[in-house]
């Protein structure tokens, strides 16, 4: 074999071997083979399973779901479900599954309520200035698309999943969050909640 046919044989097996580089150290590849774990309650491609209270996955950003699966292992954040399931997997299964699901694209949904959906839009855009809740776009991003790494996408989610998060927020069952959610969702009413997750299911 020449020389240039060497190199050029070695470089192609790098690149068969190691794949598309990702953000965050991630293999797309490798993650959709491990993500056959996951399809039975987030669906085939992460837009979710039968339960309405199973988030979908599809478009979230990668570190986000690689810290919620590091999260849900220390247990810094609670679910009976997930607790078992990230308990099998390793920092770079993590990083994999992230970087496949930030990979797929979210069908978006659609709120069931015109009405709440308008109040839901009021707070999202502009916070409640009585209250002191801030606007959810200036850390979420105008079409809840998420700023990464810190703050995931919120728009297209389950309106089931994004209620029971808020609530476990406001009342600090989940506070894996640095204090942030905690603190916005305390002052929130389960009206205001309930109007803001219906309005973040149509957004896109
Ligand atoms: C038996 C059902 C089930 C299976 C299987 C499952 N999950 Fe989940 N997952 C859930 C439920 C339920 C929640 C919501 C937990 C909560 O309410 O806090 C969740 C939440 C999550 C979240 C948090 C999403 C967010 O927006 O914060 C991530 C990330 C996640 N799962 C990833 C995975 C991955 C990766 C797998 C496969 C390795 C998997 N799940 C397998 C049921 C499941
Ligand atoms: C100051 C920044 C900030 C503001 C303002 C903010 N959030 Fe968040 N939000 C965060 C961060 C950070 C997280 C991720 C927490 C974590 O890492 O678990 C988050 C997570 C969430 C989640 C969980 C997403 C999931 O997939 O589980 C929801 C739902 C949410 N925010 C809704 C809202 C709503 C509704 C508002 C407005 C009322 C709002 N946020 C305002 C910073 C913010």
């Not at 590091?70 to 810094?76: E, L, N």
């Not at 920092?91 to 009405?115: E, F, N, T, V």
Request: aromatic share 6%; proline share 4%; glycine share 14%.
């Amino acid at each position: 074999m020449s020389k240039f046919l060497k190199v050029l044989s070695i470089g192609l097996w790098l690149v068969a071997f190691i794949g598309p580089a990702q953000a965050g150290g991630g293999n797309v590849a490798a993650g959709k083979a491990k993500a056959a774990a996951c399809q039975g309650c987030h669906g085939v491609d992460g837009n979710g399973g039968a339960d309405p209270s199973w988030p979908k996955l599809a478009g979230q950003d990668a570190d986000y779901i690689a810290k919620q699966l590091a999260d849900f292992k220390s247990g810094a954040r609670k679910d009976p479900i997930m607790g078992g399931i990230a308990a099998a997997l390793t920092r770079q299964d993590m990083k994999d599954l992230g970087a496949y699901y930030a990979s797929r694209k979210i069908k978006p949904g659609a709120a069931r309520s015109k009405k709440l959906a308008e109040l839901g839009e009021k707070i999202y855009r502009g916070g409640n200035a009585k209250t002191g809740v801030s606007a959810c776009m200036s850390c979420h991003g105008p079409s809840g698309h998420g700023i990464p790494p810190r703050f995931p996408r919120v728009s297209g989610q389950r309106v089931a999943y994004t209620v029971k998060q808020m609530m476990a927020f406001k009342s600090g069952k989940r506070a894996n969050d640095g204090g942030t959610m905690t603190r916005i969702a305390f002052r929130m009413s389960e009206a205001e909640i309930r109007a803001v997750a219906e309005y973040m299911a149509g957004l896109h």
